[in-house]
T-cell receptor, first 111, second 114 residues
């Protein structure tokens, strides 16, 4: 099955700086890559996603890039704010429609 | 994206008993997924619930322990049977949106077994 690795496990950034989280996947058939933000005690919330026919996607301060050849994708958050503090999960979906999740990255934005 | 209502939000149960968790989706979806999330951990897929057929379970999860029902395209239940303290966790359901993208989650059920 699909195996998704995520790095780093924790990330502390100064408010206003950028944060980057990287994920790799193992199954070359994976074709959809969502990112989730989970605040303490809340459900995971989809923040951005990318399909395998696209290399980059932006939505205001967040962007995702995909390198199919290398089988890795990254989340970029610019101009970080305290409300960006949360756990972020990457995921990959193969042809069976199951999402495989990375281990998560705890992001702390220091004021 | 689908909006999913999940209940109960939390429960404290005695060991040896069973708890049934319900998820209602605001639109018809072919597949629903059940996850377990231990505190501070990632999401682990328990099973895929398809309407009109048996659920398919991931390695380490069995139907006798986690029976699933999927009576129609908008509803599913997960039962945690014969509970032990090791079953204490958060359980979440999920479903894809239009075209099989934009997966959303229920609000989760925080289960404590004493």
């Amino acid at each position: 099955g699909e195996n998704v690795e995520q790095h780093p496990s924790t990330l502390s950034v100064q408010e206003g700086d950028s944060a980057v989280i990287k994920c790799t996947y193992s199954d070359s058939a994976s074709n959809y890559f969502p990112w989730y933000k989970q605040e303490l005690g809340k459900r995971p919330q989809l923040i951005i996603d990318i399909r395998s026919n696209v290399g980059e996607k932006k939505d205001q301060r967040i962007a995702v890039t995909l390198n199919k050849t290398a089988k890795h994708f990254s989340l970029h958050i610019t101009e970080t704010q305290p409300e960006d503090s949360a756990v972020y999960f990457c995921a990959a979906r193969a042809n069976d429609y199951k999402l495989s999740f990375g281990a998560g990255t705890t992001v702390t934005v220091r004021a | 994206s689908a909006v999913i209502s999940q209940k109960p939000s939390r429960d404290i149960c005695q060991r040896g008993t069973s708890l049934t968790i319900q998820c209602q989706v605001d639109s018809q979806v072919t597949m629903m997924f059940w996850y377990r999330q231990q505190p501070g951990q990632s999401l682990t897929l328990i099973a895929t619930a398809n309407q009109g057929s048996e659920a398919t379970y991931e390695s380490g999860f069995v139907i006798d322990k986690f029976p699933i029902s999927r009576p129609n395209l908008t509803f599913s239940t997960l039962t945690v049977s014969n509970m032990s303290p090791e079953d204490s966790s958060i359980y979440l359901c999920s479903a894809p949106g239009v075209g099989g993208y934009g997966y959303t989650f229920g609000s989760g059920t925080r289960l404590t077994v004493v």
